[in-house]
């Protein structure tokens, strides 16, 4: 990655200024931002817990992890373009709250948004230091702070941009690694029971695969149902959780901000179609094959699947090692640091856009130089790594595993999903509902999550406070309890805001060093600023993505629940083939979509190289490469 940043500096003009770093000069196209999705949501979880959820509660856990997880990222797709049409201008979503809320509003969801990213880099450093640790006997502390280093080198050195990339070139390795797998269980006779979808269907029909007991709380025990009530709780608590990991999290809003106006909504929605393919890929065989193995000679290790494995998601790398020997479990460890490195550089690259843009700039120092401002990002990078690698030891020591963060991650942080959504889509949000009733809804959540812990299960520990009723409990009352208040305080919301004061970076509390634009010079906002396709753009993607949320969350999984259809031989052979095309699909658009869209880029690589390059004028937020220096920005204004 620090080569290609130098080359993008050599040959391409590219600046290395502060903006650049945080933002990307706002010029990515669409590949790019949809494998920067995909990788920023493959947590370690996406790998680890889903494989997890699938071997606890069958198929029921396989379908709501990942259509649960899918609908967050088609329903941000709406916040990106939101966010793009009425404040273009803004670096960070907090400093969009700023402009629009005030002060109280704004510290308030700097706190969650902090929150939230210690949570998620601490539950990748949990999944990734326990799956190095597992298959190699690393020791677990060691790696909460050797995995992060390379990652503060080349964020350090290239910012967002680099971040970027590093996603594109993480996720092809992680989609070529979901192939092998895939091929090795269902069409090569990697081990002589396995080597096509029947096969495996007959293995979960075996004693062996039931000696645990079979899918907790499936009808009939059956690993290929999706009637299970308990499942019904597990996806309201992913729902929640996941709702809060993106809505809150403002490096999802960092992608929003980097992408070029029209390649918002198509990157997002690209995002979640091939995100989808990663968990689907993996539970749909490396889950199966832990269930149909764990109790036989080709389980690698002996007696079966252990809580501990379970409780710290190591299911898959011992499915891996029970299919393809220690290289299996070596490929797992490759798959989990892409994920890992990538998940974390877009953590703590926001974190430093937030420090910067949102704490030392208006707060501290608003006639910050540039350098100034790179300085403050790169300290706050190097240290939010420091304290995420320190966090993760601690809670390493406390017995706390990634599953158990990433639910308490919607009780604590769920009650922001919904001011948050409001915030960036309606007119009648008022400053006070914004500053308050977040930290009500925490409050309540919390209190609700340990009383039922305790009235349920009759005391309160780690143990009894991830239980599924009690998760759900703390994140359905956070969920809920803020848009309550939003009704109860609808007086204070009758006058709708001006989103043109937004557009124009006119804040309801100026400070020093805020710049106010007009309506006569919209230069700065990229080349392809267009109002109506921009308006349009939301239009498809609120249709989109609702009729997608509908599909996923209610058409498909309570008509196979209202029926309690059981996967027969021929039906699992066809569910098969179809999650093997999504993959291949999924997987042939992140790779070679952003190379067609960078094609002129390259062309501008190689010239560079060959020394025919023409000395063309860097301008500010546009790539060079992809100038038309006799182009006219068309202007216009966000309604």
Not at 112 to 122: C, E, F, K
Not at 472 to 475: L, S, Y
Not at 511 to 516: A, C, E
């Given at each position: 990655?620090n080569?290609i940043?130098?080359?993008?500096r050599?040959y391409?003009?590219?600046?290395?200024?502060t903006?650049m770093?945080?933002?990307?000069?706002?010029?990515v196209?669409?590949?790019?931002?949809?494998?920067?999705?995909?990788s920023s949501?493959?947590?370690a979880?996406t790998l680890?817990?889903?494989v997890?959820?699938?071997?606890?509660f069958?198929f029921?856990?396989?379908?709501?992890f990942?259509?649960?997880?899918?609908?967050?990222?088609?329903?941000?797709?709406?916040m990106?373009?939101?966010?793009?049409r009425?404040?273009p201008?803004?670096n960070t979503?907090?400093?969009?709250?700023?402009?629009?809320?005030g002060?109280?509003?704004?510290?308030?969801?700097f706190a969650?948004?902090?929150?939230?990213?210690?949570?998620?880099?601490?539950a990748l450093?949990?999944?990734?230091?326990?799956?190095?640790?597992?298959t190699t006997g690393a020791?677990?502390?060691?790696?909460n702070?050797?995995?992060p280093?390379?990652?503060v080198v080349?964020?350090y050195?290239?910012?967002?941009?680099?971040?970027?990339l590093?996603d594109?070139?993480?996720?092809?390795i992680?989609?070529?690694?979901?192939?092998?797998?895939?091929f090795?269980?269902m069409?090569?006779?990697s081990l002589?029971?396995?080597?096509?979808?029947?096969a495996l269907?007959?293995?979960?029909?075996?004693?062996a695969?039931m000696?645990t007991?079979?899918?907790t709380g499936?009808?009939?025990?059956?690993?290929l149902?999706?009637?299970?009530g308990?499942?019904l709780?597990?996806a309201?608590?992913?729902?929640?959780?996941?709702?809060?990991?993106?809505?809150?999290?403002p490096?999802?809003?960092?992608?929003?901000?980097?992408g070029?106006?029209?390649?918002?909504v198509?990157?997002?929605?690209?995002?979640?179609?091939s995100?989808?393919s990663?968990?689907?890929?993996?539970c749909?065989?490396?889950?199966?094959?832990?269930?149909?193995?764990?109790?036989?000679?080709y389980?690698?290790l002996?007696g079966?699947v252990?809580?501990?494995?379970i409780?710290?998601?190591?299911?898959?790398?011992?499915?891996?090692?029970?299919?393809?020997?220690k290289?299996?479990?070596?490929a797992?460890?490759?798959?989990?640091?892409?994920?890992?490195t990538?998940?974390?550089s877009a953590?703590?690259?926001?974190?430093?856009?937030?420090?910067?843009?949102?704490?030392y700039?208006?707060?501290?120092?608003?006639t910050?130089?540039?350098?100034?401002?790179?300085l403050v990002s790169?300290?706050?990078?190097?240290?939010f790594?420091l304290?995420?690698s320190?966090f993760?030891?601690?809670?390493?020591y406390?017995?706390v595993?990634?599953?158990?963060?990433?639910?308490?991650?919607?009780?604590?942080?769920?009650?922001?999903v919904?001011?948050i959504?409001?915030?960036v889509?309606?007119?009648?949000?008022?400053p006070?509902y914004?500053?308050?009733?977040?930290?009500i809804?925490?409050?309540?959540?919390?209190?609700?999550?340990?009383v039922t812990?305790?009235g349920?299960?009759?005391?309160?520990?780690?143990d009894t406070?991830?239980?599924?009723?009690s998760m759900?409990?703390?994140?359905t009352?956070?969920?809920?309890?803020?848009?309550?208040?939003y009704?109860a305080?609808?007086?204070?919301?009758?006058?709708?805001y001006?989103?043109?004061q937004l557009?124009?970076?006119?804040?309801?509390?100026p400070?020093?060093?805020?710049?106010?634009y007009?309506?006569?010079?919209?230069?700065?906002?990229?080349?392809?600023w267009?109002p109506?396709a921009?308006a349009?753009?939301s239009?498809?993607a609120?249709?989109v993505?609702?009729?997608?949320v509908?599909?996923?969350?209610?058409?498909?999984?309570?008509?196979?629940?209202?029926t309690?259809?059981?996967?027969?031989?021929n039906?699992?052979?066809g569910?098969?083939?179809?999650?093997?095309?999504?993959?291949?699909?999924?997987?042939a658009?992140?790779?070679?979509?952003p190379?067609?869209?960078?094609?002129k880029?390259w062309?501008g690589?190689?010239r560079?190289?060959?020394?025919k390059?023409?000395n063309?004028?860097?301008?500010e937020?546009?790539?060079?490469s992809?100038?038309?220096?006799?182009q006219?920005?068309a202007?216009g204004?966000?309604?």
């Open positions: 990655m080569v940043t130098w080359v993008s050599r391409l003009n590219e600046s290395a200024d903006n770093l945080m933002t990307a000069k706002k010029s196209k669409s590949g790019l931002v949809a494998a920067a999705v995909v949501w493959c947590y979880a680890l817990n889903s997890r959820l699938t071997y606890l069958g029921a856990g396989l379908w709501w990942v259509s649960g997880a899918t609908v967050q990222i088609l329903l941000y797709a709406i990106a373009i939101e966010l793009k009425r404040a201008r803004a979503i907090l400093e969009a709250l700023r402009i629009r809320f002060t109280s509003t704004h510290l308030v969801f969650y948004g902090v929150s939230v990213q210690i949570l998620i880099t601490a450093l949990l999944g990734g230091s326990a799956a190095f640790t597992v020791n677990i502390i060691a790696m702070y050797l995995i280093q390379g990652v080349y964020t050195l290239g910012g967002l941009k680099s971040t970027i590093s594109y070139l993480h996720t092809i992680i989609y070529v690694i979901l192939l092998v797998f895939m090795k269980v069409a090569v006779e002589p029971v396995l080597g096509s979808p029947g269907w007959d293995l979960l029909q075996a004693p695969a000696a007991g079979g899918a499936a009808k009939d025990g059956s690993y149902t999706m009637q299970s308990e499942g709780l597990l309201g608590v992913i729902l929640v959780s996941g709702f809060g990991s993106v809505f809150v999290d490096s999802y809003g960092q992608k929003a901000i980097a070029e106006p029209g390649a918002v198509t990157g997002y929605f690209l995002g979640a179609f995100w989808f990663i968990p689907l890929g993996l749909a065989t490396m889950s199966y094959v832990a269930i149909a193995l764990a109790n036989t000679e389980w690698p002996e079966g252990t809580s501990y494995q409780n710290n998601a190591m299911i898959l790398p011992l499915a891996a090692e029970a299919v393809m020997g290289g299996g479990a070596v797992v460890v490759l798959m989990v640091f892409m994920a890992v990538s998940s974390f953590e703590i690259i926001a974190h430093a856009s937030i420090v910067t843009f949102d704490i700039r208006p707060y501290i120092n608003p910050a130089s540039d350098k100034r401002l790179k790169h300290i706050s990078l190097t240290a790594a304290f995420s320190t993760a030891t601690a809670l390493n406390s017995g595993s990634m599953g158990w963060i990433l639910e308490f991650l919607g009780v604590l942080l769920g009650p922001a919904i001011p959504i409001l915030a889509n309606s007119a009648h949000v008022s006070a914004m500053t308050y009733s977040a930290p809804g925490s409050i309540c959540a919390l209190v609700s999550w340990i812990a305790k349920m299960f009759g005391a309160v520990t780690v406070l991830y239980e599924n009723w759900f409990v703390g994140c009352v956070g969920l809920f309890v803020p848009l309550i208040i009704f305080m609808w007086s204070l919301h009758r006058t709708p001006d989103w043109d557009f124009l970076m006119q804040a309801i509390e400070r020093p060093g805020d710049k106010v007009s309506y006569d010079d919209t230069t700065d906002l990229g080349d392809d267009d109506p921009l349009k753009a239009r498809r609120k249709i993505s609702l009729v997608l509908l599909v996923f969350l209610i058409i498909i999984p309570f008509s196979l629940y209202g309690g259809y059981t996967f027969s031989r039906f699992f052979t569910w098969t083939v179809v999650v093997f095309l999504w993959s291949w699909v999924a997987a658009v992140i790779w070679f979509l190379l067609w869209q960078a094609r880029t062309l690589v190689m560079g190289v060959l020394g390059s023409q063309k004028p860097r301008i937020g546009l790539e060079v992809d100038i038309n220096q006799e006219v920005v202007t204004k966000a309604k």
